[in-house]
């Protein structure tokens, strides 16, 4: 009898986690599993901020997805996901063509969620995988150098749209990279610029006020001017236009624009076809797409609520890969004959927030964290995804020793 195929498209924290799992719990003559991805390595998304800073290299953020699986129990397929076709049964992609399976897991990640903004897909940035990270770098860098030659001051500002999680951990890189490039480049600190403009009341919105005060506090004093209650309606290639009162706008200038402003699922998930809130599939409690017996959804792509404020999720690292562990498991059951599969539960850890490699905020099992403790804490949890996925090896290769930096 032929065995079954299971498919795991996208090889991030979700889709590592579920396959690195299913080599482990499977036998060689119970499933054939093939992992998906564009590129022959896996970034950390939740470094990605400090390549687009520039205070990690984009080498540093990625490894290969080779080093993690066993090449004897799953087939790699570097390519790009099309599109699902759940009653055919298969996924296109774009070399392979047809791609048919028994069990698909999609866990491809997210894209930026413009709301639509106009000018933001052409003249923004966005930091989403480790290509638009170093064209932010270059972009940073182009413009200091470029200022040097031709004197013109809004080279030297950088905007970034959000100060959500990703554009407060982006603008603490970029208070310790600013002084470096400014050495490099001969450039006149005061002359730079770093502004971050929030549509909400606050930063961070939803997060500890206290840790909100002390992360604004440290940007500010690193150079960061902070635009609350702001909110971004457009980009241009001179800067982007903010909401000015109840009906006028006005222009800020800047050489540099980055959108960090939030993200929705990654665009398969409409082009498939499936029920979803921004690109997100509402799953149901075994992480199962409704409907769909034979297809689990995870991480960015998934929606889970959390029931006791009736709200999503947060789409994490932390999430997606708890989520893909327990889609390994309940593979392992759905190949045994088993139908009572097992529900998501989702176990907060907690949050901490980078603000650079030496300061950090968060709220770890309840409890308030600030400072070099939190940012060992950071790197810890940093340590600890490597070490889930790939074990001590990974983690000696690529995880973060400066500790007590
Ligand atoms: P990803 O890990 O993003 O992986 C998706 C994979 O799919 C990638 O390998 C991609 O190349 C591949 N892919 C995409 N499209 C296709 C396609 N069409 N065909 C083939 N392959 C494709 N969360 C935390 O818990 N803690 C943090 O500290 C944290 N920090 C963050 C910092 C930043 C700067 C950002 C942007 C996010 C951060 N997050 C953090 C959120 C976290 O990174 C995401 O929630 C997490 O990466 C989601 O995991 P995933 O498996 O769904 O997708
Ligand atoms: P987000 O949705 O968490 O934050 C986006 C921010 O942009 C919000 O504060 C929102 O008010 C603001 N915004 C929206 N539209 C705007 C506009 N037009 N003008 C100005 N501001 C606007 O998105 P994110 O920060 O990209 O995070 C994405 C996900 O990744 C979240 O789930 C987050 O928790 C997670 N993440 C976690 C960490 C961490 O745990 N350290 C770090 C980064 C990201």
Not at 52 to 77: C, E, K, M, Q, W
Not at 158 to 186: M, Q, S
Not at 280 to 307: H, M, Q, T, W
């Amino acid at each position: 009898m032929k065995k079954p195929t299971i498919v795991v498209l996208g090889a991030g924290y979700g889709g590592l986690m579920t396959v690195t799992r299913l080599q482990k719990q499977l036998g060689s003559n119970d499933a054939e599993i093939i992992l998906v991805n564009k590129n022959d390595y896996h970034y950390e998304t939740t470094w990605l901020h400090e390549a687009s800073a520039g205070t990690l290299g984009p080498n540093d953020v990625r490894y290969d997805i080779s080093s993690v699986i066993d090449s004897g129990r799953v087939r790699f397929i570097q390519d790009t996901a099309l599109k699902v076709e759940p009653e055919a049964k298969k996924v296109l992609l774009e070399k392979t063509g047809d791609l048919p399976y028994d069990y698909l897991v999609i866990a491809l990640g997210a894209a930026p969620e413009t709301f639509g903004i106009e000018g933001l897909d052409k003249y923004a940035f966005s930091i989403t995988n480790v290509n638009t990270a170093r064209q932010i770098r270059e972009h940073i860098e182009y413009q200091f150098a470029t200022y040097k030659v031709d004197k013109k001051p809004e080279r030297l500002r950088i905007v970034v749209g959000g100060a959500g999680f990703t554009g407060i951990e982006f603008l603490g890189e970029l208070g310790n990279r600013v002084p470096e490039l400014c050495k490099e480049y001969d450039v006149d600190i005061h002359m730079v610029k770093i502004i971050c403009v929030e549509a909400a009341p606050t930063a961070l919105p939803g997060f500890d006020p206290e840790l909100v005060d002390y992360a604004m506090e440290l940007l500010k004093r690193k150079n960061v001017e902070f635009r609350i209650g702001t909110a971004i309606k457009g980009a241009t290639p001179e800067g982007i236009i903010v909401a000015k009162g109840e009906d006028d706008t006005e222009e800020i200038k800047a050489g540099t624009v980055v959108w960090a402003a939030g993200v929705r699922g990654n665009p398969i998930i409409t082009e498939s076809g499936f029920e979803n809130m921004r690109g997100r599939i509402k799953v149901e409690p075994d992480l199962r797409a409704p409907g769909y017996s034979d297809i689990f959804v995870i991480g960015d792509c998934s929606l889970v609520i959390n029931e006791e404020i009736n709200r999503p999720y947060p789409p994490t690292a932390q999430i997606a890969m708890q989520q893909g562990e327990l889609t390994a498991s309940n593979l392992a059951k759905l190949l045994q004959g088993k139908s009572n599969l097992d529900t998501f539960t989702f176990d907060n850890k907690g949050t901490v927030c980078s603000l650079g490699d030496d300061d950090a905020i968060g709220v770890v099992f309840g409890k308030k964290v600030t400072g070099k403790r939190a940012s060992f804490m950071k790197k810890m949890i940093d340590n600890r995804a490597l070490y889930m996925i790939g074990g001590i090896p990974l983690t000696l290769k690529k995880g973060k020793f400066n500790l007590l930096k």
